[in-house]
């Protein structure tokens, strides 16, 4: 009898599009035996690109339903995949811990009674006197810095991710066609998909990973989704100011709400923003900076020496992300929003099983 990676290596998939998403998918599926070929004629320019990367699972506050679940999920199968990842970039890392902070006392109550209801040993409430709430209030110069700690979330370089995927995919000799797909369609058990240049790539499965555009191929009249574009910006800035150690701080925490990394001992990234739009705003510092209400000087006197956005889709009428199964053969992966870094091993998980399924 023939072994089931046998069986699957004659099963073609397509996938259309390469950010996180279309790639996470084939690293599974490519692992199972699957043939694959991921289309997309842009994957630099995807929001995937523009991701911080923070892994925001067991911080996250509703312990239940199905956004918890895939959270869950994702948390305890990002080790696995870094462990195995690291065979093609040795540097791949989850940065631990990850810090929320907030200076608004309400919501650290709620923090405080999240974690006390919690009871879990790998989140923790940051006492006032510890040194890290004392270093962060004296770097960001004020008094009223609360926060708390999850020590199993953390931060994954989506950048090194990305390369590194794509270091495993080309060891694996996995096709890629730098092509838009403008057109899929079923005849005779098969599907087609068809390139703005009229090439035609015959599948037996097809996974939609291609974010706000993935409606655009569907019969959207039966199947009734709905994608709203958010844009997501971040910027790096330089700090050279003698008054602040930027070594004092964590690597990675949010504060009333953005994002912050620390890329070097005189670098920040700051991120991002909730606007529903395309375009990328014009004064992006004041709006990325402006998370306490007085500025601490060396942080006004930053210079931006990078900036950059991505377009995300969202869900419009259900919670993100959509994972369906739309018809015999065609899968949906799109709607990630926020969260597309952290729920791409719970992602791949479910198509691979709603692939064996449909092939048993
Ligand atoms: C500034 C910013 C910060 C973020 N920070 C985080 C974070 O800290 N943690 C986290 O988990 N997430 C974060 N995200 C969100 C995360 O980046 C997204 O959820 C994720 O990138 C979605 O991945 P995707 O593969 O669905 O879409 P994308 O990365 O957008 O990829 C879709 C791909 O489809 C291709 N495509 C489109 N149409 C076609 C077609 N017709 N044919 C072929 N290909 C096509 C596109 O070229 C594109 O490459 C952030 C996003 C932004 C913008």
Redesign the pocket.
């Known amino acids: 009898m023939k072994s089931l990676k046998e069986n699957f290596q004659k099963i073609h998939i397509v996938i259309?599009?390469?950010?996180?998403?279309?790639?996470f998918n084939a690293l599974e599926l490519s692992e199972l035996g699957f043939q694959i070929t991921i289309?997309?004629?842009?994957?630099?320019?995807?929001?995937?690109?523009?991701?911080?990367?923070?892994?925001?699972g067991n911080i996250y506050q509703k312990k239940k339903g199905r956004s918890w679940d895939l959270r869950k999920q994702s948390i305890e199968l990002w080790p696995k995949w870094i462990e195995f990842l690291q065979k093609f970039n040795c540097k791949l890392n989850i940065e631990k811990p990850l810090i929320q902070l907030t200076t608004n006392e309400e919501k650290f109550k709620k923090l405080e009674k999240f974690i006390y209801e919690i009871n879990d040993l790998n989140l923790r409430t940051l006492e006032n006197d510890s040194i890290l709430i004392k270093n962060i209030n004296r770097a960001f110069q004020t008094n009223n810095i609360k926060g708390i700690i999850s020590f199993q979330d953390g931060?994954i370089d989506?950048t090194s991710l990305l390369e590194t995927l794509d270091k495993y995919l080309n060891h694996k000799k996995i096709n890629f066609l730098k092509?838009?797909?403008?057109n899929i369609r079923k005849s005779n058990n098969q599907w087609i998909s068809t390139?703005k240049n009229n090439e035609k790539i015959k599948s037996d499965i097809v996974i939609l990973?291609?974010?706000?555009?993935?409606i655009?191929?569907i019969d959207n009249l039966s199947h009734n989704i709905k994608l709203k574009p958010v844009?997501?910006?971040?910027i790096e800035v330089d700090i050279n100011d003698a008054e602040v150690n930027l070594l004092s701080l964590p690597k990675q925490f949010n504060i009333n709400g953005k994002?912050i990394i620390l890329k070097a001992k005189n670098k920040l990234i700051i991120?991002?923003t909730d606007e529903y739009s395309t375009r990328p705003e014009e004064n992006i510092f004041e709006k990325l900076t402006n998370f306490l209400d007085k500025k601490p000087s060396w942080l006004t006197k930053g210079k931006i020496s990078k900036k950059?956005?991505?377009?995300?889709?969202r869900p419009d009428g259900e919670p993100s992300?959509i994972m369906k199964n739309l018809e015999d053969g065609l899968i949906i992966?799109?709607?990630?929003?926020?969260?597309?870094?952290?729920?791409?091993p719970s992602c791949s998980k479910w198509v691979a099983n709603e692939i064996k399924n449909y092939l048993s």
């Not at 092509?179 to 403008?182: A, F, K, L, S």
């Open positions: 259309i599009g390469s950010g996180i998403i279309g790639k289309i997309d004629p842009a994957q630099l320019k995807n929001s995937s690109n523009a991701a911080l990367g923070l892994l925001m931060r989506a092509e838009e797909i403008i390139t990973c291609n974010s706000l555009q993935a655009d191929l844009l997501g910006q971040a994002n991120g991002s950059w956005y991505g377009i995300r889709s992300p992966c799109t709607g990630f929003y926020k969260n597309g870094i952290l729920l791409a």
